[in-house]
DNA sequence: ACCTGAACACCGTTCAAGT
DNA sequence: ACCTGAACACCGTTCAAGT
């Protein structure tokens, strides 16, 4: 990789953290191109699609949740280390709107697969839950990241932040417990 | 109103139901003009917002919603009320994307606000539920519809359609009961 | 090898000109 | 009074031409 290439890669990269914490996953290409000095074309040979942009930007957050999660498997008891890690998930999906991106990002883009990631982290503190703790048996992975997700979009879409989103998690929650 | 400006508006509406149900809320409002053989300027006198072309267009199965509230607050037992409501929310929901834009509608449109009609329907159910019924007191109707528009939001993300959506629905349900 | 930016086909929205 | 459709400022995306 060029120098020049490798330099228009990492500005392009700072510009579209700063762009999407403006305006969200939906900011303008066009805009994030212009802002960092760069023609759209050049934007789009190092991101190919706008899901490989946004995994790398919200790769660094992505990363930290699942590092929590290897953390609260280890030193939390089954049932709070669950609550804890759907709250910061919640939390991690009301900024910027980065759950969405995340948990939707289906296949592997620049090396970093963000739903293998999140869903591997997910399932061991899932698991041990229903193991040791009161969650209901009948769920699945796929199942706990929807509720959360489900909160965190409907959370976002009307005032109230993440306190409002915490309340709703706690009543989801409850559910998980039957 | 003119002749020919009534029969422009009924037109469009069907074209709009049309195209909805193809391509959902987000269609392009050009492309809905176009099919219905008018200039995009007459789409916008007669519906000066998407809001309120949605409104128009939703208006009949977000009004059989509230008649099926009023059915069951007379006929079913306070738990079962709120919980076949809710089923039949989520399926409006599912369906072109319908919910999202009559829960957040805002203000009246066309003399009908979709919003304040679903907030008093679900106000009657839910209260009875909570004074009768098993549902927690520290719920209010907000709470109620972010709880089922989330479920609505991530499990039309996703696939699986309304049995997926049933099964989520039913744990967020137990949570509901605490 | 990489960057460039004009160009294409769209979008929502407006508004002078028509009837 | 209402309709019309060209026009404006955008959008995502591509690709020949440059260095």
Known sequence: MR??????????LAT???????????????EIARRAGVGPGTLYRHFPTRQALLAAVFQDRVETLCAKAEDLLAHTSPDEALALWSRDVLAHAL???GLSTSMTLGEAELG???????????????????GEGRTRPDI???????LVTGVALAASELPGG?????????????????
Chains 1, 2 share one sequence.
Not at 3 to 12: I, M, Q, S, T
Not at 16 to 29: D, H
Not at 140 to 146: A, I
């Open 112 to 130: 970093f697969d963000c739903h293998a990631a999140m869903r591997s982290a997910a399932t061991g503190l899932l698991a041990r839950a229903q």
């Open 3 to 12: 120098v020049d290439a490798r330099r228009n890669r990492e500005h392009l």
């Open 140 to 146: 699945d992975v796929e199942d706990f990241f929807q």
């Open 95 to 97: 900024t910027d709107g």
């Open 16 to 30: 579209a953290k700063a762009v999407i914490a403006e305006q969200g996953p939906e900011a303008s290409l066009n």
């Open 162 to 178: 993440l306190g409002r989103a915490e309340h709703l998690l706690s009543v989801t929650l409850a559910g998980l417990r039957g």
